[in-house]
C-alpha cells in the first residue's frame, strides 16, 4: 500500500524541541520531492519547507527559518523535521507530502497529520 504517515508530533514548551518523522511505503522517498505543511483550526494549510530530490535542496519559509530543518534518511526511507526553539505559534498540525513519479505511476501523497502542540 502506497501511503505516508507522520508522527513525533506532542506537546512541548516554549523553547522546546521536536523531531517530526514521515514514514513512507510503497514508495521510494528518496526519488520524491517531500514537502512539510502545518495547518491551524479555521486556516488554510500552509507551506513550511520542501525538500527537492534532485540535488537534495532544501527551502523554508521566513516564519521558521533557522529553526526548522528538513532531512531524509534514505535508507529507512523517512523524511524528518526536526524543530528547534518552538513558539506557541508554531502549534498546529503538521502534515508530510511527497509529490513525484516511479515508473508508470505519479502520486501526490498526505500523511493523516500529528499535532504539536507548544505551550507558553
Known amino acids: ?32 520531492n517531500v514537502r512539510w505543511y502545518r495547518q491551524t483550526p479555521g486556516k488554510e494549510r500552509e ?20 529553526r526548522f530543518t528538513i532531512s531524509r534518511d534514505n535508507d529507512r526511507n523517512m523524511v524528518y ?8 505559534e508554531d502549534t498546529a498540525v503538521y502534515f508530510c507530502n511527497a509529490k513525484g513519479c516511479a515508473g508508470n505511476a505519479c502520486y501526490d501523497l498526505w500523511g493523516k497529520g500529528t499535532q504539536v502542540t507548544v505551550s507558553s
Open 47 to 66: 507551506l513550511v519547507g520542501e525538500n527537492i530530490s534532485l540535488g537534495d535542496r532544501t527551502t523554508y519559509v521566513d516564519a521558521i527559518k533557522g
Open 1 to 32: 500500500q502506497v501511503q505516508l504517515a507522520e508522527s513525533g508530533g506532542g506537546l512541548v514548551n516554549s523553547g522546546g524541541s521536536l523531531r517530526l518523522s514521515c514514514a513512507a511505503s510503497g514508495i521510494t522517498l528518496r526519488r520524491f
Open 81 to 88: 523535521l526536526q524543530m528547534n526553539s518552538l513558539t506557541p
